[in-house]
């Protein structure tokens, strides 16, 4: 569709041409927050520093425990987060990034055998390819053969942003994880909002309703994601904000995992599970989510979908989990809760 292609081109202009680095930006939509884990931060001292100034995320959208995964970056622009990620995967890993910007990609090419290099690998494990990320066959990207798949504020970015999450679940292998940061919005953007160029290339203008995400995944086959961090955001920009009216928009790190056993209810089947502290950079506790913390060795109740969420993907191997689906026991306690405290009833669940 002709609108599709517009604002393609628009969001190819604004990041290709009107921003050369993150000073250019009009809101804190598109900026990093402070307290980055330790070992991102390590990975990034290794990053040159072109590829840092031409950085627009919202968020730190890699997760924990993907050594020798092959992880898919959406919109990676100048290839900050592929080259972060290219450490974490290792040499037995690889990264693929796909972008719509020429402009991005040919700088993020020209770093890689330097980058390869200040990482100590013997080839590279970095692929950057153009395409768009509602089409990923074009680019390559088979059916079933990503293990992640990440991006950092750039769904927003989508003119059909239903292809997108479809290309997403397409290209994800069974139990593999969307672990993404991107803006939302606590209403439905009106057309007047979506039209104005620097609000969309701001990654306000294609914000998604929070509710309307949750129905989009729901209908893909995906009844539940969850929340890991949230950052309200700044309008600094007086033009921009006027324009936004009363919208308020937050940007979310979300994960989402593609399994067929997940239920659109938190459910009680009276099952355990022990985080066994194995997960590089997590040695004391693991982050599910933004209310699922899990302390190494402590047992806690959870329900039916943090089971599979854990025994179902590549987290399979650090977590103990006790219990089955043979027994339903109604709808699962959401307080959060230890096993051991004694209370049948309570837990740590949506």
Excluded: W
């Excluded at 768009?132 to 059916?143: F, H, M, R, S, T």
Aim: net charge negative; proline share 4%.
């Amino acid at each position: 569709m002709q609108i599709d292609q517009d604002i393609r081109d628009n969001v190819r202009d604004y990041y290709g041409r009107v921003v050369q680095n993150t000073a250019d930006l009009k809101t804190s939509a598109c900026c990093t927050p402070e307290d980055l884990p330790g070992h991102i931060k390590s990975a990034l001292a290794n990053i040159d520093d072109e590829i840092l100034e031409r950085f627009y995320g919202c968020g730190s959208p890699i997760p924990l425990a993907v050594e020798g995964c092959t992880i898919l970056d959406l919109g990676c622009g100048a290839g900050r987060d592929v080259y972060v990620a290219a450490q974490l995967v290792g040499q037995s890993g690889s990264v693929i990034g796909v972008d719509m910007t020429e402009e991005q990609l040919i700088s993020a090419d020209r770093h890689a055998d330097s980058q390869m290099r200040r990482f100590g690998f013997a080839t590279a494990n970095v692929d950057f390819r153009y395409g768009y990320i509602e089409d990923l066959a074009a680019a390559g990207v088979a059916d079933e053969s990503v293990d992640v798949v990440i991006s950092n504020c750039v769904l927003n970015l989508s003119p059909d942003k239903k292809a997108a999450f479809e290309e997403i679940f397409r290209v994800l292998k069974p139990g593999g994880e969307l672990f993404f940061s991107d803006v939302f919005a606590d209403r439905r953007i009106p057309p007047s909002v979506a039209a104005d160029p620097t609000l969309y290339g701001e990654c306000l203008g294609g914000a998604m309703y929070e509710e309307d995400f949750r129905r989009l995944l729901e209908d893909l086959g995906c009844p539940d994601h969850r929340v890991v961090s949230t950052n309200e955001i700044e309008l600094t920009d007086e033009t921009l904000r006027l324009a936004a009216g009363n919208i308020k928009f937050r940007s979310l790190t979300i994960r989402s995992f593609k399994l067929e056993t997940l239920e659109d209810r938190c459910e009680d089947y009276g099952q355990i599970a022990t985080y066994l502290g194995t997960i590089a950079n997590a040695p004391f506790d693991f982050a599910l989510d933004d209310h699922h913390v899990f302390e190494r060795g402590r047992p806690m109740l959870i329900c039916g979908n943090t089971a599979a969420m854990l025994s179902g993907t590549r987290l399979a191997d650090h977590f103990k989990i006790v219990g089955d689906r043979s027994t339903h026991f109604g709808l699962f306690d959401c307080e959060p809760a230890s096993a051991n405290r004694g209370d049948a009833a309570a837990g740590s669940c949506c």
